[in-house]
């Protein structure tokens, strides 16, 4: 504790045997009531030459600003007695005193008082405080010299005030298990603090020492499920005990909130196809919040008719719960395209919030074009032969085989037979046809006429050599040929 001492000490020199004298003095504090109290801590010290038959007064005074006394408290010390103390505004605590014993007969001499002034009952302020020092002399009584001290001890100050709080961090709201953060600020203007405490819903949060003793902190993160909501107090509390208002806040917690599927149509897509044709659809679904309740592959078709209001592509495999997992969702399924115009194709997937699609594919279908077939011409060695072509199933072709001058036609072989010529050949598949030609045949006639004979003729392909011989008889001599032949030998060759 610092001491302020603050002594006034009087003396005066009377002869012996001279009336009662008493003589005193003071000094004036300036001070600033706040809060509606102050305390002076002080003191008033005796010094005797021998023990005192009289009060010998210490005393300190409250005065306004006009000088008028408002209160008072003082110590006294007496023959028959030790130290007392009393105010007459406020009270005294913390009273302590002491005497020494100095005469044979044990009364007392020099002594001492301390006490607290607690100064109370008056408004805040600028006031004085007036010290007061005495020395009195008591000629032919017990005591020859007494001087009285009053002093301040210290600390000189107001009274301990209740530190305050306040909120630094205070969401309103927060979403389901997200992090937030909750702080108190505490203040003492005394220098006191010594706890900031947050508590939530009633059971401890954070709390934390007094910082530096005029400002401190206290706070923690929380993450709570919702929907609910949560509430959090604070207060701060000084080092002599005195606390805060409780201050107050609740946070609410949101309920959680859905996250949509997301729907992706995989295959197939837009494109152009014949009737008839089968394509794949395949979605995928996903949702963070793993709450799929249907995944369905949506058909519209060139009527404007969708498969979810009945009537085709119903039910499983095009509609249903999720396939795979409620996260995580494959739905797949063959579809063939009928009609003439253009389908819509998509997925969707529910999850207990609404429908929500991928995007919209179009599916045009058309008539598909007449089947044709080719048809392959050859010609073999001694002709020529119609050309070939594409042709529409069912087309029937006229086929014809043309001979050169020295072969005739001999028939059809590949995808056709016979030796019609021209051929009707209906193209209803690929074919390949061959006309074959086979050199032409000629009649050799040989006559003799009397008196011999010749080789016999016969048939004979186009440029065979036939020798012919004319043997004449015993009568007759070979005279010569006639006809196609000409000369006198009697063996020629025929070309």
Request: charged fraction near 10%.
């Amino acid at each position: 504790m610092n001491k302020l001492l603050i002594p006034f000490l009087l003396a005066v020199t009377v002869a012996a045997h001279a009336a009662s004298i008493t003589s005193s003095g003071f000094h004036i504090v300036p001070i600033t009531i706040t809060g509606g109290s102050y305390h002076v801590a002080w003191g008033t010290i005796w010094a005797c030459d021998d023990y005192p038959q009289n009060s010998a007064p210490g005393r300190i005074e409250l005065l306004d600003g006009a000088g008028n006394i408002l209160g008072r408290a003082g110590a006294s010390i007496y023959f028959s007695g030790g130290p007392q103390g009393s105010a007459t505004l406020g009270s005294l605590s913390d009273l302590d005193g002491y005497v020494a014993v100095w005469c044979p007969s044990g009364t007392p001499a020099d002594g001492q008082l301390t006490a607290i002034w607690h100064i109370t009952g008056v408004p805040d302020g600028n006031y004085q405080l007036r010290l007061w020092a005495f020395n009195t002399f008591e000629s032919g009584l017990y005591a020859t010299n007494v001087w009285t001290s009053t002093h301040f001890f210290g600390p000189v100050g107001p009274a301990n005030a209740a530190p305050s709080i306040n909120w630094t961090s205070t969401p309103a709201s927060a979403a389901n298990g997200d992090s937030f953060y909750i702080a108190a600020h505490g203040h003492d203007a005394d220098g006191n603090l010594a706890q900031v405490n947050v508590w939530k819903n009633g059971q401890p949060f954070a709390f934390a020492g007094g910082g530096n003793g005029t400002d401190g902190d206290s706070g923690n993160w929380t993450s709570d499920g919702g929907p609910q909501t949560v509430t959090f107090t604070a207060q701060a509390v000084d080092a002599d005990g005195a606390t805060s208002p409780v201050i107050t806040h609740t946070v609410t917690i949101n309920a959680v909130v859905n996250q949509p599927p997301t729907v992706t149509l995989l295959a197939p897509g837009t494109q152009t196809v014949t009737t008839g044709t089968a394509l794949t659809i395949t979605s995928r679904a996903t949702d963070p919040d793993g709450n799929i309740a249907n995944h369905h592959l949506d058909i519209q078709r060139p009527a404007g008719d969708w498969n979810f209001q009945g009537g085709f592509a119903a039910g499983e495999p095009f509609q249903g719960g999720p396939v795979g997992s409620a996260a995580d969702s494959t739905r797949s399924a063959s579809f063939t395209f009928t009609d003439v115009g253009t389908y819509y194709v998509r997925s969707a997937a529910a999850d207990g919030s609404g429908w929500y699609h991928s995007g919209t594919v179009a599916i045009t279908v058309v008539t598909p074009p007449p089947v044709q077939f080719a048809l392959v011409t050859a010609a073999g060695a001694g002709g020529a032969v119609s050309a070939g072509g594409t042709y529409t199933s069912g087309t029937t072709v006229m086929i014809t085989a043309i001979p050169d001058g020295t072969h005739d036609f001999a028939g059809w072989s590949g995808d056709a037979g016979g030796a019609a010529n021209p051929l009707a050949v209906v193209v209803d598949r690929a074919k390949t046809l061959q006309a074959n030609f086979a050199p032409k045949s000629f009649s050799l006639t040989t006559n003799a006429s009397g008196g011999g004979n010749v080789t016999p003729g016969g048939n004979y392909p186009y440029g065979t050599t036939v020798t012919i011989a004319a043997t004449p008889d015993a009568a007759h001599y070979f005279t010569g040929w006639t006809g196609d032949a000409a000369g006198m030998a009697s063996s020629i060759a025929v070309l």
